[in-house]
């Protein structure tokens, strides 16, 4: 990368990595990775397990040592530094918390290690406490909180120390789906608050897209895409970020015609439309539609030729999931919010949508 290009990456970040990589004996977990973090954004790295996302947050941190690259904090090079001496600090799904220290000592314990003052200790932990609504709960040790509460104590204890970057790793994972909820409420209510960096490492894709300003969406060690949730939802550029993110409808084709960017496709299951540019007639392409946008016709519809059977109906309160059958057993879902009764199972159905709903996704990718 050029000194150029590098030194315009920084200019507005606080976290930099530039073709940093990792590996473990012969296993590359992270590749040639290149990120800028804006100061005061919600960055969450998403992807399944073995991604390397959590390996690119510990050599953040400073837990592990990166292969090959360079990472800046605020245009400073900080591979040499040890992890107390970067400006970051670390949340852990497992809390991480001193079982024989209280509430106080836990959040103060960053603070008495630095040797501040005792009145500076004392008011900052209880600026502390009443951040994280835990005012009232300072003499308590942490086997008598819940896990909920043990959390807001971790992260009490990470943002003491007035960290420049917070980096959490799964902290929700251990908290049962109502809590784990709320949370996610309340962490992006602290980081708007306080206005810190905040790189979040999940797996969920809906915490991802509730929380998040930007998703870095990992695969395999490599970011796939890197981008708004809005757009990583509407807009995936690969098969794989529109198969991980939320539910989608995934087709595999050729290009049989184009005409004002709306490209006519072949595929097993039959033919259909979808609006893009960049690619050419003969061209093997993917096609990914959500079943949200998805509808259902008895007659067929010009330049759609995707015929099932309606095999059945899946009641999520108010919306309804339905599975169609298509002639190459492909199975492909739609949903409504109430259910169609013009429809029932074992009836045939053509499937069409809105070109511009549908995306098209180059096969290389």
């Not at 992270?30 to 790295?45: A, H, P, Q, S």
């Not at 009232?136 to 960290?163: F, M, T």
């Not at 970011?223 to 409808?249: D, H």
């Amino acid at each position: 990368m050029s000194d150029s290009v590098v030194s315009s990456i920084m200019s507005d970040s606080i976290i930099t990595l530039i073709d940093v990589e990792k590996s473990f004996g012969k296993n590359k977990v992270v590749k040639k990775m290149n990120i800028d973090i804006k100061e005061g954004e919600f960055i969450t790295l998403l992807g399944p397990s073995g991604c390397g996302k959590t390996t690119t947050l510990r050599m953040i941190a400073g837990f592990e040592e990166a292969s090959s690259g360079i990472i800046k904090v605020q245009g400073e090079s900080i591979e040499d530094k040890e992890p107390f001496e970067r400006d970051v600090n670390t949340v852990f799904q497992n809390y991480a918390l001193f079982p024989h220290m209280t509430v106080f000592d836990n959040i103060a314990y960053g603070l008495k290690i630095r040797k501040r003052p005792k009145d500076e200790i004392s008011k900052r932990v209880n600026e502390m406490l009443d951040l994280v609504q835990l005012k009232g709960y300072e003499n308590r040790k942490p086997d008598a909180l819940s896990g909920g509460q043990k959390q807001r104590v971790a992260i009490a204890r990470a943002l003491i120390n007035n960290p420049k970057v917070l980096l959490l790793d799964e902290p929700l994972g251990a908290l049962d789906l109502k809590l784990r909820k709320q949370m996610q409420v309340e962490l992006k209510r602290l980081q708007k608050k306080l206005g810190i960096t905040f790189i979040y490492v999940t797996h969920d894709q809906e915490e991802a897209l509730t929380m998040s300003d930007r998703i870095a969406v990992m695969n395999e060690g490599v970011i796939e895409q890197l981008a708004t949730p809005q757009e990583i939802y509407n807009r995936p550029i690969t098969k794989f970020v529109a198969g991980f993110i939320g539910e989608s409808n995934i087709f595999d084709g050729k290009v049989t015609s184009i005409k004002d960017e709306v490209l006519e496709v072949e595929t097993l299951a039959g033919t259909m439309k979808v609006k893009g540019n960049g690619f050419n007639v003969g061209e093997d392409i993917h096609v990914s539609i959500r079943p949200e946008y998805i509808k259902v016709s008895r007659d067929p519809v010009e330049g759609f030729n995707l015929r099932g059977t309606v095999k059945d109906f899946t009641y999520m309160g108010t919306v309804v999931k339905t599975s169609v059958d298509l002639k190459d057993n492909t199975e492909i879902k739609y949903s409504r919010f109430e259910k169609d009764e013009d429809f029932k199972e074992k009836d045939s159905v053509n499937i069409y949508w809105n070109p511009e709903r549908a995306v098209a996704i180059k096969a290389s990718k």
